[in-house]
C-alpha cells in the first residue's frame, strides 16, 4: 500500500514511516517532500512541516508549495518570510487562486489593514467571488474604519458559507463595531453552536455580552462556566502532580499570563505593580502572548529578562508544560474571556495557585481558578459571590494601582469658567455605548440648558449617535465627536470636559481614573456586576461618594448638581490630580503589598492542604 493512501485513510503513522523511507531514496522528490510536509503539518508539527516545505520550494518553486510554505510560516508567527513566500506566488503567477488574500491576510496579522485592502480590493476586481475574500474584506475595512462596508461583506460571506463558524465571528464582528449589540450577541452565539470546539468564539460571545444591558451577572456567569465545561474540562487529562517545595514563606515565584504585554490600559496598573514588588520575596515570570509587539513589550522584556515567555506560538498544553517546568507557585491571568486569552493554558493546572485580576470584574468560570483579585467596592459586603466560580480574595481598599505613566499635560482651569457652557464628557470605547446609555446622557443634556457633551466615536458611527440623540430630543450641534489619537492627544481632551458621564452595565476604569488625572469628576452609575461598579471603587476611593448614583434619576440628579455648582466643579479641577496622587488608588508601594499579601494568604493556604475559603467567608 503506498504512503499517500495511507494518509488518505489517516494511518498517519505507518504513512510517515513509507514517506521517509522514500525520501532516503529520493531526497529530491518534489511530490514526496510535499506530501510529507502536508502530514507533518496536519500532526502539528508545523516547524518540521515547513522545512520539508523549503526543501521542496528549494527543487520546485510552483505557487502550490510556495502557499503551503507561507501557510506554515504564518502558523509560527514568521509574518516576514510568509509574505515573502506569498510574494513569490504573485510574481510566478498573478493570477494564482487566493495568492492576493494569503498576503492580505499576513499583512492583517502584521497590523498592515490599509496595505491588506488594496491587495483585498485588487482581487475582488480581478478574482472570483468567495467567502474567504470577503471575510478578509470585512476584517481590513473594520480596522480601517470602514465599518458599515465591511457589514455588507461580512453578510455576503455568511450568505455564501452559512453553516461555517468563522464567518459569523466576522459577522459579529461587524455587526458590533456599527453598534448592533443585540445583532452582534445573536451572531456569535450561532457561531458557537455552529462550531461548538471553537473556544475564541466563545469567548468572544461572553466578552461583549459584558458591555450589554440585555444580560446581568448570572447570565454571565452561565455563560462562563457553559464555556469551561465544553473548552477547559477535556484539558483536564493534561493535569499533572506538582512538586513545588510547600514551604509557606519562602520566595515565591509568580507568573503573569497576558496578550497585552504592548501598549494597552492594563500598563497604567500593571507598571506600577511590577515595578514595586518586593524583589527579595518574589521572582516574576510574564508569559506573553502577544500578536503584534511593541516598544511596550520591549519595556516588559526587559523588565523580567531571562524570565520572559514568549507563548504565543505554543498551544496551551505546552505553555503549561513551560509554566510547570520553571516551578511557578502562582499563576495570575490578566485577561479572563477578552482578546487572546490564554485561559485553556490554565485548565491544565500548571501552578498551585492560579488567580484572576485585572482584565475585567467578571469571572473566568473554570474550576481551575482558584480566586478572583476584588476589592470592598467591587464586591462589598452582601454581594452575591455565587456569580464567580473562583473565590473573592478582597484586597482592603482597592483592585488596582494607577500610573498616568506621563508627566503632561497639566491640567487647565474649568473650561466653563471661560466658555459660559458645561461640557460633558465620556471617552469609553464605543462598543460600551448603546441606546440606554444615549437615553441617559440626554436626560443629562436636557436637565442642563445649553451644556454639551463630547463623546469618544469614530467618524462612521457619529450619525447614528446623533440619530439616537434627536430621538431623545436633543440638536446635533450639542453634540462634539473625537475618535482614536495618541494617549497624549486623548488625554488633552480632557482639558475642554468639565464633567465625564460613565458607561453602563460596563463602566470605565481606566478612562474614569484618567479623567481624575485630568482633573475632571466623574459620575457614575452603580449596578448589579462588579464591572459597573468600577466608578464607585474610584469614587469611594477619592473620598467622592456624592459621584455615585445607584439610580438613573439619581445620576441625572448628581451630575446637574455638579454642573450647576461651577465653584465646586472648578475646587475639584484643581485639586483632583492631587488627591488621586494621595490616594490608594496611586500608592504603588502600598499596593503591591496589600496584593503580595492577598498572594501569600492564598500560598498559605495551598501549603495547609486547604481548600480556598467558602464564598461566603472570603471578605
Given at each position: 500500500m503506498s504512503a499517500q493512501t495511507l494518509h488518505r485513510q489517516g494511518r498517519t503513522s505507518e504513512a510517515e514511516k513509507l514517506y521517509r523511507k522514500l525520501l532516503a531514496k529520493h531526497p529530491r522528490d518534489h511530490h514526496v517532500l510535499t506530501a510529507y510536509a502536508v502530514l507533518l503539518g496536519e500532526t502539528g508539527r508545523v516547524e518540521e512541516s515547513s522545512r520539508y516545505f523549503q526543501r521542496a520550494v528549494d527543487i520546485e518553486p510552483n505557487p502550490r508549495t510556495l502557499t503551503n510554505l507561507g501557510v506554515a510560516h504564518k502558523l509560527l508567527g514568521k509574518l516576514d518570510t510568509a509574505a515573502d513566500a506569498f510574494g513569490q506566488v504573485l510574481k510566478l503567477a498573478p493570477d494564482f487562486p487566493e495568492a492576493r488574500i494569503n498576503l492580505a491576510n499576513v499583512l492583517m496579522a502584521a497590523g498592515l489593514h490599509k496595505e491588506a485592502l488594496v491587495l483585498l480590493e485588487e482581487h475582488s476586481r480581478l478574482g472570483p467571488d468567495s467567502a474567504r475574500l470577503h471575510s478578509a474584506l470585512a476584517l481590513a475595512l473594520v480596522h480601517v474604519k470602514r465599518p458599515d462596508e465591511a457589514l455588507v461583506h461580512a453578510r455576503r460571506a455568511v450568505e455564501l458559507l452559512p453553516t461555517v463558524a468563522s464567518e459569523r465571528v466576522t459577522l459579529g464582528n461587524a455587526l458590533d463595531t456599527c453598534g448592533h449589540k443585540s445583532d452582534a450577541i445573536a451572531s456569535y452565539r450561532r457561531a458557537v453552536e455552529l462550531d461548538p470546539l471553537d473556544y475564541s468564539a466563545h469567548?468572544?460571545?461572553?466578552?461583549?455580552?459584558?458591555?450589554?444591558?440585555?444580560?446581568?451577572?448570572?447570565?454571565?456567569?452561565?455563560?462562563?462556566?457553559?464555556?469551561?465545561?465544553?473548552?477547559?474540562?477535556?484539558?483536564?487529562?493534561?493535569?499533572?502532580?506538582?512538586?513545588?517545595?510547600?514551604?509557606?514563606?519562602?520566595?515565591?515565584?509568580?507568573?503573569?499570563?497576558?496578550?497585552?504585554?504592548?501598549?494597552?490600559?492594563?500598563?497604567?496598573?500593571?507598571?506600577?505593580?511590577?515595578?514595586?514588588?518586593?524583589?527579595?520575596?518574589?521572582?516574576?515570570?510574564?508569559?506573553?502572548?502577544?500578536?503584534?509587539?511593541?516598544?511596550?513589550?520591549?519595556?516588559?522584556?526587559?523588565?523580567?529578562?531571562?524570565?520572559?515567555?514568549?507563548?504565543?506560538?505554543?498551544?496551551?498544553?505546552?505553555?503549561?508544560?513551560?509554566?510547570?517546568?520553571d516551578q511557578v507557585d502562582i499563576l495570575v491571568d490578566l485577561a479572563l474571556h477578552s482578546s487572546w486569552n490564554r485561559l485553556r493554558l490554565f485548565a491544565c493546572r500548571p501552578a498551585p495557585v492560579q488567580i484572576s485580576w485585572l482584565g475585567y470584574m467578571g469571572t473566568t468560570g473554570l474550576d481551575s481558578m482558584d480566586y478572583r483579585i476584588t476589592d470592598p467596592y467591587l464586591d462589598p459586603p452582601g454581594t452575591d459571590l455565587g456569580v464567580y466560580s473562583e473565590t473573592c480574595l478582597h484586597l482592603p481598599e482597592t483592585v488596582w494601582c494607577y500610573a498616568p505613566l506621563c508627566d503632561e499635560p497639566l491640567v487647565n482651569p474649568l473650561p466653563a469658567l471661560e466658555s459660559g457652557i458645561v461640557t460633558f464628557g465620556c471617552q469609553n470605547t464605543f462598543r460600551k455605548l448603546h441606546p440606554g446609555v444615549f437615553a441617559l446622557w440626554a436626560k443629562v443634556l436636557q436637565r442642563v440648558p445649553d451644556s454639551r457633551l463630547f463623546i469618544h466615536v469614530e467618524e462612521h458611527a457619529q450619525e447614528g449617535v446623533r440619530q439616537a440623540f434627536a430621538r431623545e430630543g436633543v440638536e446635533p450641534e450639542r453634540l462634539e465627536f473625537g475618535g482614536r489619537v495618541s494617549r497624549s492627544e486623548y488625554l488633552r481632551r480632557y482639558q475642554q470636559i468639565d464633567i465625564g458621564l460613565d458607561t453602563f452595565p460596563f463602566g470605565g476604569a481606566t478612562t474614569t481614573l484618567d479623567a481624575a488625572w485630568m482633573g475632571v469628576p466623574v459620575v457614575t452609575l452603580s449596578g448589579p456586576t462588579a464591572q459597573q461598579r468600577a466608578g464607585s471603587c474610584i469614587a469611594m476611593n477619592l473620598g467622592l461618594p456624592e459621584l455615585i448614583a445607584s439610580s438613573e434619576d439619581a445620576f441625572v440628579d448628581a451630575a446637574e448638581s455638579l454642573a450647576s455648582d461651577l465653584d465646586r466643579l472648578s475646587q475639584l479641577r484643581a485639586e483632583l490630580r492631587s488627591s488621586l496622587e494621595t490616594s490608594a488608588l496611586a500608592d504603588e508601594p502600598r499596593f503591591a503589598r496589600h496584593l503580595e499579601a492577598a498572594f501569600r494568604a492564598a500560598w498559605g493556604r495551598y501549603c495547609a492542604g486547604s481548600p480556598c475559603a467558602s464564598k461566603a467567608n472570603s471578605y
Open positions: 469567548s468572544v460571545l461572553i466578552f461583549v455580552m459584558l458591555s450589554s444591558p440585555e444580560y446581568g451577572p448570572k447570565e454571565h456567569f452561565q455563560e462562563a462556566r457553559a464555556w469551561a465545561k465544553r473548552h477547559a474540562e477535556p484539558l483536564k487529562k493534561h493535569i499533572r502532580p506538582l512538586t513545588n517545595d510547600r514551604s509557606p514563606e519562602r520566595p515565591l515565584r509568580v507568573g503573569y499570563v497576558s496578550s497585552d504585554f504592548r501598549v494597552h490600559p492594563i500598563q497604567q496598573f500593571l507598571v506600577p505593580l511590577l515595578q514595586h514588588h518586593d524583589q527579595s520575596a518574589f521572582e516574576i515570570f510574564l508569559y506573553a502572548s502577544v500578536p503584534n509587539p511593541d516598544e511596550a513589550t520591549t519595556w516588559y522584556r526587559q523588565f523580567a529578562g531571562e524570565r520572559f515567555r514568549d507563548i504565543l506560538h505554543l498551544d496551551d498544553v505546552a505553555a503549561a508544560e513551560l509554566v510547570r517546568t
